[in-house]
């Protein structure tokens, strides 16, 4: 993961200061699975990442999966920015309802 993703992913996180509970554990397999099938098939996905911040954990990054590669998944979140998060770090990823989510911009 490289520096500057790191600090812009840190800036993005003080936005929203209230940590969030976790949610289960999944393992790399099924990490792995959700985000090839949201890849292929142009789904939203909500990930929550495993990084501690104030007792908690930050809140979920949501956005269409628009590359997979190596321990990287680049999501295009709402604003049109691309997101490069490392899947060693990811706690958890659930599909989104695509609808509710264009919406919500």
């Given at each position: 993961w490289i520096l500057s993703d790191h600090a812009t992913f840190m800036e993005d996180a003080t936005v929203?200061?209230?940590?969030?509970?976790?949610?289960?554990?999944?393992?790399?397999?099924?990490?792995?699975?959700?985000?090839?099938?949201?890849?292929q098939n142009?789904?939203?996905?909500?990930?929550?990442?495993?990084?501690?911040?104030?007792d908690g954990l930050l809140p979920d990054v949501e956005g269409a999966v628009i590359g997979y590669w190596d321990d990287q998944v680049y999501l295009q979140q709402k604003t049109g920015d691309v997101k490069a998060l490392s899947t060693t770090d990811i706690r958890n990823v659930q599909l989104l309802n695509p609808d509710k989510w264009w919406a919500l911009v």
């Open positions: 929203s200061e209230t940590p969030v509970d976790p949610k289960p554990q999944q393992s790399p397999e099924t990490i792995s699975d959700v985000l090839e099938d949201a890849w142009a789904k939203i996905v909500a990930i929550q990442m495993g990084t501690i911040y104030n």
